[in-house]
């Protein structure tokens, strides 16, 4: 493909990337080329629901980022997995499918984004979908991207959870992407009969044999070609070789909220002082790039429960093993098919709080941290973390070599209303847990530990072993202001022939997992580019 030109180049072939690929190259008379670093999904383990937990730590599929050190969580390094595959982090993640609520977008609307309210995006969610349960007023049939429950036998475990969760004083939800996303209750993931949908298996595979789609992989983009202040094309690095790919109408960065802004700062669109300081030459000073950096952070409860329902059981039984593993390959139901949470809550941190603020995710299973081996006994996990986080990172070149990660400071616990949600919503869980309908389970907490009380320990937990919930987001966002790096039509701003259209452009982050709200974007982006292309062929 070197030397090629194309109308549309989009960088990064995950969740975002994917859906734009698919849908640009349905018009026959586009060509679109779609670049990715890393390789095909062909890893056994990423279309299994439960192999989440095998690939964070694998290099093969993932970056292994770090963000850190972390000045309000001791110093610390926190492992940062994105995807580095066919999918993206669609095909590593924990599967969740959760939008956010409403309010979410309609805040991005009063923030200036005309266009990005909930009533103006929840037809891009519907049209995304193939929902199991059908489609009704906030639900879609018939679209890429499969959206089941998890296909779990009873489990006690999760089932008294809930049962719990209500018994604090939490409502049962059976939908939290309907009507009211507050309740505790089965999340739904993004699984097609007991498989993983992730956004190459849903958008990408069923468009590859276009001839006018183009797929780049094994290819580390080095920048955006520049003629002025319009983007030509993207050079990238594949087999030792640099090549170029010329972009006729547009470029689209859909590389994540850590590759888009890295690729704009390599491409000399960025702070000026943080560019000239990492050796890069300064095409457009644009001071918001890899600023706003926002992320979920949780803190785990772990306990060891008595009777049967913990995968730690079947970790560490050979038998058990063969009996799941059959029951998954000839049913595509039972542990297997879980994600990262089976059941879950969204829950308000006071009374006085209007929408739910903090987020429970409850595993049949538990290990010392995300990604090792099982606890030796039967262990599940409780985590809690804030659903809006105001404090704000930072994301920054160390140089200017492509293949070196950028600096990551997410500055997690910065704000005091950050630490008083999250020490909230630790005594939420706590009460929640020791509900009977879920007591009677436990033989005692492992993680913090009962004598674990003040808010001073608690706290203290918290910085020594609260960690991701990998969802970062905002570090290309849109608005209007000063900081931001794209308008509503996610044109990179000063920049002709850019755009970026992925999680890094969220303003503020949504109230849950972000992997629906990115497809979302993609699919919104695609018909923003598409009207303005017509809107262009007109005007000519």
């Not at 993932?62 to 595959?85: A, K, M, S, Y």
């Not at 998954?328 to 297997?336: D, E, Q, V």
């Not at 409850?362 to 990604?371: E, I």
Request: glycine share 12%; net charge positive; proline share 6%.
């Amino acid at each position: 493909m070197a030397g090629s030109t194309f109308d549309y180049v989009v960088v990064g072939a995950g969740s975002a990337g994917c859906v734009l690929a698919n849908r640009l190259s349905k018009d026959p008379t586009v060509r679109v080329a779609l670049i990715e670093a890393g390789g095909p999904d062909r890893n056994p383990w990423i279309h299994i629901p439960a192999g989440y937990y095998r690939n964070f730590s694998n290099p093969a599929v993932t970056w292994q980022f770090g963000c850190g050190p972390e000045p309000h969580l001791d110093g610390r390094i926190i492992p940062w997995p994105r995807g580095r595959v066919l999918g993206g982090s669609s095909a590593i993640n924990g599967l969740l499918y959760v939008r956010g609520q409403a309010q979410d977008f309609d805040v991005w609307r009063q923030l200036g984004n005309v266009g990005w309210s909930y009533q103006d995006v929840l037809p891009y969610f519907k049209r995304s979908e193939d929902q199991e349960r059908g489609a009704d007023a906030y639900h879609g049939t018939g679209g890429p991207l499969g959206v089941s429950d998890v296909r779990l036998r009873q489990n006690q475990l999760c089932n008294a959870f809930v049962d719990a969760c209500v018994a604090a004083g939490i409502p049962r939800n059976g939908d939290f992407n309907g009507a009211d996303q507050e309740g505790a209750g089965y999340f739904q993931l993004t699984n097609r009969n007991g498989r993983r949908c992730s956004a190459a298996v849903a958008y990408l595979r069923p468009a590859r044999s276009r001839r006018n789609l183009h797929i780049i992989t094994g290819a580390l983009v080095h920048n955006i070609a520049l003629d002025g202040r319009r983007a030509t094309g993207v050079r990238y690095a594949r087999n030792g070789h640099i090549a170029t790919v010329a972009a006729a109408r547009e470029v689209i960065l859909a590389a994540g909220a850590i590759g888009s802004p890295h690729i704009l700062q390599l491409s000399g669109i960025g702070p000026a002082a943080a560019l000239e300081a990492a050796g890069v030459p300064v095409r457009h000073d644009l001071a918001g790039v890899g600023e706003n950096l926002q992320d979920h952070l949780q803190v785990r409860f772990v306990y060891a429960c008595s009777g049967p329902g913990s995968l730690n059981d079947v970790w560490h039984s050979r038998w058990q093993q063969l009996v799941t593993g059959l029951e998954y390959a000839f049913t595509r139901r039972g542990i297997l098919t879980i994600g990262a949470g089976a059941v879950g809550a969204f829950a308000r941190s006071r009374p006085d709080v209007e929408l739910p603020d903090i987020q429970f995710h409850f595993l049949p299973l538990s290990a010392d941290r995300p990604g090792q081996g099982l606890h030796a006994f039967s262990g599940v996990t409780a985590t809690v973390c804030q659903l809006r986080p105001e404090s704000r990172g930072t994301l920054a070149l160390t140089g200017a070599d492509p293949a070196a990660a950028p600096r990551i400071v997410a500055n997690y616990l910065a704000a005091e209303a950050d630490r008083r949600v999250l020490l909230d919503g630790m005594r939420l869980i706590r009460r929640a847990t020791s509900q009977p309908a879920f007591a009677r389970h436990v033989i005692r907490e492992h993680l913090p530990g009962p004598e674990t009380t003040t808010d001073a320990a608690l706290m203290a937990y918290a910085r020594a072993y609260a960690t991701t919930v990998f969802h970062p987001c905002g570090t290309c966002k849109m608005g209007s202001d000063a900081r931001a790096v794209v308008d509503a039509r996610l044109k990179v701003r000063g920049i002709a022939g850019l755009r970026v259209a992925d999680a890094s452009i969220m303003p503020t982050m949504t109230s849950g997992n972000t992997n629906a709200p990115t497809i979302m974007i993609g699919e919104k982006a695609a018909d923003m580019i598409r009207q303005d292309a017509r809107a262009g062929a007109h005007a000519a």
